[in-house]
Structures are given as C-alpha cells and as structure tokens.
C-alpha cells in the first residue's frame, strides 16, 4: 500500500513564490533535512505536481541505493523501494513556473524492518516464539534477504526433523519438511549491516494434534449414538487457540467461534426439533456466506460440539486462518463414522468466521499436503485441501448452488453404478452414464430433494499434478436416507476422479469427473493421463 505523504496545497496565489507558513515545512525544517545528516533527501521539478512527484521519489531511491552500496550494506532495490513507499515524505518547495518537490526519508527508518511490520510481530511476540516453549524457530543473518530466509527456514526444518525423532513421533523427514513448509512463518528482526531473519512454528501445528484430536474423537465414540442424541450439550463451550498471530485477533477468533457454537448448542438442547438453526451475526462474527453453509448443515442434520473445552492451534489456510479438529455430533446417520466427525473452522484474516466444513481424516490430510514438487507448490496444497474438504461437505450439506460453480460448464461427467443381475451366482455389472454438467446437476437436485440425508465420505486419496491442472482420486462412500419410510436408502463404494484446474486460483473447475467400482483394475483407474488436455 502506498501511504506516502504527499503535501500539496489546494489554493495558492499567482505570485506567491513560497509556501512557507502555510502550514507545511518551515525554513528551519527544509534546513534540518538538508544538513543534519539524518536525512536521504531529493529535490526534482517538473512542470506538473505528479511528474515532480515520481522524479523526486526516483532519485531518492537511487541515492539510497548508491549509499548503501558504498557502505557494503543490504542494497535490495525491492526492499528499499519498499520502504521509501511507506516511509517517505514530500513536501511541495516551490509551484512558481514549474513544481519543485523534496522528497526524504530519515537514514534509520530505510534500515528499520518492514516485513516485521507487515508480519505483525512485536517485541513481545518475538520474546513469546523464543521462551514460551511452544515454538521452534531459528535466526540466520546474511548480507541478501533471500539467502538469510532461506537459511533459517532449512535450520529450522533440522531442528524440527531432530526433535520429532528424538521423541519417537516420527521419522519421515519428508512429511516433517513438508509440515514446516506449510506452517513456516518469518520475520525480519534487523537490517543493519546484515539481514536477520527469525522463522518459526508452533510445535503443536506441525503434526496438528493427530494423537490428541483421535483420542477426543475415539473418546466421544464410546458413546452410543442413541444416548448422544438425548444429551444436552454445554450451551457455552470455551475455545482456545494458540498462534504467533497478534493476540486481537486470536482473542477475536476464540470469541467468534464461541458465540456461534453458544448458539448451535444452545438450539440443539432446547428446540432442535421445533425450529432450525437461525444464527444470528452479532459483533460481525461470520459472513453472511458462512452463515448460510453453518445453517445449511444443520438442516440435514442438527448437531452440537461434543466437547465443553477446546484448545487447538491456529493454522494457515490458503485465505486466512484455520482451526481443525472441532469434535461434532451429527444426529444423522447410519454409523458412529457419520455421527462422529472434525470440522474445520476456517477465518478471514481479521478473525471472522469465513467458512465451516468435515475435516478429512488426519491420514489423508497428510497425503494432500505431501503432494508437492516445489516450495511454492505449499499454498496450492492448502487450496487443494481446502476445496477437497468443501466439495465433500457440499454433498452433506446437498448445496447445489456450490457444487453448481466448481463444475465446469463444459466439464466431463461419467457417472457409475452396479446394477444386480438375476441370479446369486451372477457378477453385478456396472452401468456408466456421460452426463453435462446441466443434467448432472438436476438430477443431484432430485437425490437432494428426495432423501432426508447424505453422506459422502472420502478415503484411500491420491494426489497428481501437471502445470496447473490437479488430479485426485478418491475412494468414495455414498450412502443416503430416503424422506419417504417406505423408500430404502442407497449406498455404495467406488473411485472417484477429479480433475481441478487451478489457472485461476480465486475459482477452481472441476474439468472431469469420474467413477467406477472398486473392482477396477488398477491400471484402468481413471487419471490425469487418460485425457488429452487441450486449453
């Protein structure tokens, strides 16, 4: 953002050849920022305001540059440029005939840390990461930005590798190193002399809690489903949340997230069956799209948040934040796998709930977030995760208007099922259907409408890439209850294939969509490598 504070004057008089006392600079402040030595200074003129402007900011820069240089210190035109658009001042010396502008900028302030700045981290933050015990980090300094980031990352991943197999967590150093990557935050600590870069992560979010969230989710499990229905929630539940993140916005989230459970829990015990989820937005708790997703999952299923006391860590997200492994009670379905499941509770990057949605099983998170081939490929697994995670729930949920938009308009949609022949002794026999995206959707329209619930659930995932199309096959289990009694439900199991087309990142496409029965041969499953891409 460009916050440079450009002073002009709005009315001047035709012969008037200063604008001292007007209310900008005095004589004795034009004279202390070209003296004092304090001061990068440049002065340009230009028969316009604006080209004056741009000259006197230009030159500036060069001179910085230039000093820098000369001293053998961090001259990243990027950085400073940077720095100069959020730092510097101009002041309008002279608007007789042509515009003479002076540009400066105090000597400490180019050499002060921006990108702590823009991180958000304070001297109280930094003491946090480095004595609470809850983080890894790791300094590095260099001459170049780049090099000195880059070290302290790689240090920081050898610490992580060899404290996890030191305690026997693991030692697949690939997952670790991933894990890092995906989490890894850095921050600028000093530019003088030599860029010191710290990096960190918070302990608990490079493996995010797989032992402790399984053991909450298997102990709400020893519950029968049929006493869970009958229990009265806590009506308050507490959420804390523990990140690097400023404490605003944590305290933010924690409160959010609070008061929107306090209301599903609190409809769940006293009138779940009277009237629906109606949460109101107070304080701007959640987005109007959050909201109607949260409301909309309710309606095939009330459900409550098993736990009266949850502390999970605060994660990156592909926009925003995160929190996974909230412990729900789906009233709904045909087993304790359906009734008991995460969620994920995803924030804006002020601390507003922006989304809720099933959380994988931690295995196949974990084969996501590996599937990579470069460090940048990190935030596209985030992204992929993300939407691997909604595009289930949107079938949960039977949100048409979401399924809708990741589809393609020209997308390939093979749909499958085993059809009975008659005889016991006899193979089922597989029926497969190519439909538009049109007909697909108004016959998934009809499924909705016609069964009471629905639930897709997602196992055994395996992630391909090729330039910016992603590949992901997926065992799927379908099962649904009909609204009439009379009806019987349908369920079943098969391989599901999407291809994701990630050129515009803001609003991925489904470009296929396949399935077939598990019996397929494995060298006949569908791929990225069975089409022929022609964009």
């Not at 100069?84 to 002060?112: C, D, F, H, P, Y």
């Not at 709400?220 to 507490?238: D, F, G, R, W, Y």
């Not at 079943?492 to 296929?512: C, K, M, S």
């Amino acid at each position: 953002m460009n916050i440079i504070k450009f002073l002009t004057l709005s009315l001047l008089f035709v012969f008037q050849t200063n604008i001292y006392g007007q209310g900008l600079l005095t004589r004795e402040q034009e004279r202390e920022i070209k003296t004092s030595g304090k001061y990068y200074f440049n002065e340009y003129s230009a028969l316009g305001a604006t080209e004056a402007k741009e000259g006197a900011i230009q030159g500036l820069t060069q001179k910085v540059i230039m000093e820098l240089k000369s001293q053998t210190l961090n001259a990243d035109e990027a950085m400073i440029k940077n720095a100069l658009e959020t730092r510097a001042q101009t002041s309008v010396l002279s608007q007789t005939g042509r515009v003479i502008i002076l540009a400066w900028i105090e000597k400490a302030n180019v050499l002060q840390n921006p990108a702590s700045a823009a991180s958000g981290i304070t001297s109280t933050q930094e003491n946090e990461i480095k004595n609470s015990g809850r983080y890894y980090y790791s300094e590095c300094s260099d001459l170049n930005e780049t090099e000195a980031k880059e070290c302290a990352v790689n240090d920081l991943i050898q610490k992580v590798i060899v404290d996890m197999v030191h305690q026997k967590i693991t030692s697949d150093e690939t997952i670790l190193r991933d894990a890092v990557e995906m989490r890894v935050e850095t921050a600028i600590l000093s530019q003088a002399e030599r860029v010191i870069i710290l990096a960190w992560v918070e302990k608990e979010s490079v493996l995010p809690k797989v032992t402790q969230s399984q053991t909450a989710v298997e102990e709400a499990k020893k519950i029968a489903p049929s006493e869970a229905i009958q229990t009265s929630p806590v009506l308050e539940p507490v959420f804390i949340f523990r990140s690097a993140t400023s404490e605003a916005i944590r305290d933010r989230m924690e409160q959010n997230v609070k008061a929107v459970f306090s209301q599903i829990n609190r409809t769940y015990s006293t009138n779940k069956e009277q009237a629906g989820l109606n949460i109101s937005k107070v304080n701007n708790n959640a987005t109007d799209e959050a909201i109607e997703r949260i409301q909309a999952l309710w309606s095939t299923s009330p459900f409550f948040c098993t736990l009266s006391k949850i502390e999970e860590p605060v994660l990156k997200a592909a926009k925003g934040w995160q929190v996974r492994n909230i412990p729900v009670f789906f009233e709904k379905g045909d087993s304790k796998e359906d009734q008991y499941q995460s969620i994920v509770i995803e924030f804006t990057e002020n601390g507003v709930i922006s989304d809720m949605y099933i959380a994988l099983a931690m295995h196949q998170y974990y084969t996501i977030i590996q599937a990579k081939d470069t460090v940048t490929d990190a935030r596209h697994r985030l992204m992929l995760l993300e939407f691997v995670e909604n595009f289930r729930t949107a079938y949960n949920r039977r949100d048409i208007n979401f399924l809708k938009q990741v589809f393609s308009n020209d997308a390939l949609i093979i749909v499958g099922k085993e059809v009975q022949q008659k005889g016991d002794s006899k193979k089922p026999f597989v029926e497969y259907k190519i439909k538009s995206k049109e007909e697909y959707i108004n016959d998934l329209k009809i499924v909705f409408d016609r069964n009471s619930f629905v639930s897709v659930k997602f196992d055994e995932i395996e992630v391909m890439k090729e330039d910016y199309l992603y590949g992901v096959t997926l065992k799927q289990t379908w099962s649904s209850k009909p609204t009439a009694t009379s009806s019987q439900g349908y369920s079943d199991e098969g391989w599901l294939f999407l291809a994701i087309d990630y050129r515009d990142e803001t609003n991925p496409q489904i470009w296929v969509r396949t399935w077939q029965p598990l019996s397929v041969q494995s060298n006949e499953k569908y791929g990225l490598g069975s089409f022929d891409w022609d964009f």
